[in-house]
């Protein structure tokens, strides 16, 4: 057996042999941890001079993600200088195990964040513009990193996953300021149908909030079992909702003025009854005559 005094010198000399490794690895991680700090500023300023527009949730995401991978680092080398590398195999089998389990826990979350990270770079649509995403109308009240809120027509707020924007197709009706009033109808088949285009057309350049720089478009579209059918279009200056439905009002309320003003009807469901067929009876040509017998 070692006497005590050859233990404790054993000791001593693996301490003094072991403390430069100790100076070197504190050195090396505090180094790293003032690196850390020193990217985390820098990549926070570097955000917001780029974008030239506080995003602080993004900026302190990017930042602190800097953050914690360095000060990771710098405790995998500390290790890894302290010959502490069966530690550090277990630390990192650990975290992937860990990682994997994350990654299906969490997957949904970073799917989000990445598409909230495109609508913000991208910008499809900004606050205030009216859209409809996944069969939601109205307008854009925040987007967020993982889900994006719409104002509905309805006054409800409705929160909608980043990545189903991105996955579906979606409408922006207020990129262009303008937007088109289609309306739609049909008249009788004894009017006369250069009447009813003349008509229609004068009546809808008298109504307010068109574009007069844009077509103003007439097309009958089809014959169907009880009128002719036709479609007319325009265009509006659209900054909001109500634009469009002051502007289709009008279009209705002329319209149906003017055409009772000229003999036009509109045009509804009729049933036609025909006797006329072979071996048949025209009811027009021969009175009915009821047979009372008793």
Not at 35 to 64: C, E, M
Not at 65 to 73: K, M, V
Not at 125 to 144: A, L, M, P, Q
Request: charged share 20%.
């Amino acid at each position: 057996m070692l006497s005590t005094e050859v233990f404790f010198n054993k000791i001593q000399s693996s301490i003094i042999n072991y403390l430069p490794k100790i100076f070197f690895a504190i050195i090396i991680f505090f180094s790293i941890y003032f690196l850390a700090k020193f990217f985390r500023t820098a990549s926070l300023n570097f955000y917001k001079k780029v974008f030239k527009r506080q995003q602080s949730d993004f900026a302190k995401i990017i930042s602190v993600t800097i953050y914690f991978l360095l000060l990771l680092f710098g405790t995998f080398l500390a290790l890894d200088i302290l010959g502490l590398g069966g530690v550090l195999s277990k630390i990192l089998t650990g975290a992937g195990i860990i990682g994997i389990i994350a990654g299906f826990a969490f997957k949904d979350i970073v799917s989000n964040i990445f598409a909230g990270i495109l609508l913000n770079v991208q910008k499809p649509f900004k606050e205030g513009d009216w859209v409809e995403i996944e069969n939601n109308y109205g307008t854009v009240y925040e987007i967020g990193w993982i889900t994006t809120s719409i104002k509905t027509t309805t006054g409800q707020e409705v929160f909608v996953p980043n990545q189903l924007i991105y996955n579906n197709i979606f409408t922006n009706y207020s990129t262009f300021n303008k937007r088109l009033v289609v309306f739609r109808t049909g008249v009788a088949y004894g009017d006369n149908l250069d009447v009813v285009k003349k008509s229609a057309l004068d009546e809808i350049k008298k109504v307010d909030g068109i574009l007069k720089n844009e077509p103003i478009d007439f097309y009958f579209t089809g014959i169907a079992s009880s009128s002719y059918d036709f479609e007319l279009r325009c265009w509006i200056k659209f900054e909001k909702e109500i634009d469009y439905k002051k502007t289709l009002s009008e279009v209705i309320m002329r319209i149906k003025r003017r055409f009772e003003k000229e003999n036009i009807s509109l045009a509804y469901s009729v049933t036609t009854l025909d006797f006329g067929v072979k071996g048949g009876v025209n009811l027009f040509d021969k009175p009915i005559q009821i047979e009372n017998k008793r």
